[in-house]
Nanobody, 122 residues
Framework: QVQLVESGGGLVQAGASLRLSCAASGRTFSMYAMGWFRQAPGKEREFVAAINWSGDRSDYELSVKGRFTISRDNAKNTVYLLMNSLKPEDTAVYYC???????????????WGQGTQVTVSS
C-alpha cells in the first residue's frame, strides 16, 4: 500500500491561485497513474484531473479545464495540481488518488490521501 499525503490547501479569494502537492511513499510511484478528486459539502466526490505514469497524458473535468494543471515529478514521488483563476465553486476537500494501472481508468483506484481543504471566498 502506498501512503499519500496532500498539502497546499488554504483559504484564498476568487481569482487567486493555489498549488496542491501529493507526496507518495514507496518506490513504485512512477509506475502508476495519479489523480485528484474533490468533494464539496453535501456533494459526491468528483473527478478533477488525472495524469498517466509518464506524465505525457492528462485529463480534466470540464469545469477546471484551462484553469487547472496536473503534473508529476517521478524523481520526487510527487504529483501536483496547479489551480489558477479559482472560483467559489472550487471550494472542496481535494483528494489525491493513486490508480492501479499505468493509465487512469475509472474505478481503478488503489490508494487515497486524507485530503486537503481548499476554500475560495467571493
Amino acid at each position: 500500500q502506498v501512503q499519500l499525503v496532500e498539502s497546499g490547501g488554504g483559504l484564498v479569494q476568487a481569482g487567486a491561485s493555489l498549488r496542491l502537492s501529493c507526496a507518495a511513499s514507496g518506490r513504485t510511484f512512477s509506475m502508476y497513474a495519479m489523480g485528484w478528486f474533490r468533494q464539496a459539502p453535501g456533494k459526491e466526490r468528483e473527478f478533477v484531473a488525472a495524469i498517466n505514469w509518464s506524465g505525457d497524458r492528462s485529463d480534466y473535468e470540464l469545469s477546471v479545464k484551462g484553469r487547472f494543471t496536473i503534473s508529476r515529478d517521478n524523481a520526487k514521488n510527487t504529483v501536483y495540481l496547479l489551480m489558477n483563476s479559482l472560483k467559489p465553486e472550487d471550494t472542496a476537500v481535494y483528494y489525491c488518488v493513486r490508480y492501479s494501472d499505468h493509465e487512469p481508468r475509472q474505478g481503478k483506484y488503489a490508494d487515497w490521501g486524507q485530503g486537503t481543504q481548499v476554500t475560495v471566498s467571493s
